[in-house]
Structure formats: C-alpha cells, structure tokens
C-alpha cells in the first residue's frame, strides 16, 4: 500500500509541475511576460496555481533549461531573449542541388531520430496534443488535395519542440520549410502524387503512436525509418529521371 501511495504521489507531482511549466511557457512564448520582464513571485505563483514551492521551483528549473528564463538571485526569474539562429551554414536547402536536400536530410536525421526519443520521454500533455494536432491536419490536407508542405514542416517543428530542447527547434528553423524535401524539388504550384503523400502519412502516424505510447525506443526508430525512406527516395533522384511516385 505505502508502495502505490509513493507511486501515486510522485505522478500527481509530475502532474503539477508538467501544469505550471506548460502554462507558464505558454505564456512566455505569446509574449507575456516579454522578454526582460519578470515572472509573478514565487509566492504569486504558489496562490496562482494551488501548488507547493517545489512544484514552482521545478517548473522554473524546466524553464531555465530550456533557456526560457534566468532566475537571479534577489531579483526575481526574468523571461530573457530566445538565443539566435544557429549559422547562416544552415540556413537553408539549396533547391537548385538535390545533394542539398540530401544534405539536409542527413543533418535532420542527426537531430530528429533523438527529438523523437527525447519527445517520447519528456512531451507534456499540451506537448502531445500539438504532435497530434499536426498529423491530423496533414491527413485532412491530402484528402483535401491541398499542399501538405507547411503542415509536414509543423508536424517536424512539434516534435522538436516536445523534446524540450531549444538547440533542436534552433536548427529545424534555421533550415526553413525547404527542410521538407519536395518543398525544395516541386516548386511553386506542383502536385505530389497522392499515394507518396499517403506513405509519408503512415509513417508520421508510427511515430506519433510511437511517442503517445511513450516508448523512447520506437519513436527513435519510427523517425530514422522515416527519414531513411526520404533519403533513399532523393538519391534515386541523382541518378534517376523519375518523378516522386
């Protein structure tokens, strides 16, 4: 009994912590407080959310690791500055170079294989639920037929995001949306057939289950067959004449 009572307990604290950092990061992300105000005292805080300094203090340690704010002592937690983009050297695809998107893929297998297993551990509900909200728009655009380009960059971005690593959203947004490689190959105005976007599909929803499900190990390798699969199908394009079907 003590046993599920402990259990019980330290999931109720993670419950709490995960509500006061969510909520607060939310707030900081919409500007309020900007950068270079301070956050509500401790003390507020405590009143505000109905929780107890420790739940406060970790919430705010979470913050500060993901370079949110920075706590000086006497002073107050101040929302500081997002840090600025990684290098120009990234800054980017070159669509008129196929090695490029390949290029491309290969750093964003670097950094997603690990967003992933990161997000499957640390996503917090709201987290989930953009990562879910994402893959369902992507399926409604293609029944829909309208570009998915935006909507697949939005689907990479909240898993980096859920991985609660501000260096992983640095580089995704420093590539842009021609990290999607047929935003870089199609141009303007092109199709893409049908049948491949619906294979991109199914393979985002192995890795959604993957991280809904919480299992680290999956959602790694759900992203690397992913990306995988993309890197094998843009280098037949170096040396084949074929379309993305």
Known sequence: MERISSDNNRRR??????????????????????????LPSEAQLIERFNVSRTVVREAIAH??????????????VFVIEPADAVGPALAGIDSNRI?????????????????????????????????????REIGKLIKERKPTIDADFAF?????????????????KSLG????????????????????LERLHEEHRLIVKAITDRDQMAAREAMRAHLAGSQQR????LNEDTNLS
């Open 234 to 237: 843009y280098r037949s394009y």
């Open 63 to 76: 913050l500060r690791e993901e370079g949110l704010v920075d706590p000086r002592r006497g002073a107050g």
């Open 156 to 172: 990479h971005l909240a898993i980096a995001e859920a991985s609660n690593n501000r260096r992983f959203i640095e580089i995704l």
């Open 13 to 38: 604290y993670g419950t709490l912590t995960r509500h006061v950092h969510d909520t607060l990061r939310e707030g900081i992300l919409d500007g309020n407080p900007a950068p270079g105000e301070k």
């Open 99 to 135: 090695s490029s998107v390949v290029e491309g893929l290969e750093v964003r297998t670097a950094i997603e294989v690990e967003a992933a297993y990161l997000a499957a551990a640390r996503c917090s509900p709201l987290q989930e639920e953009a990562i879910i909200r994402c893959h």
């Open 177 to 196: 949306v021609e990290m999607v490689p047929r935003a870089a190959l199609e141009g303007p105005g092109a199709v893409t057939p049908n049948a491949y």
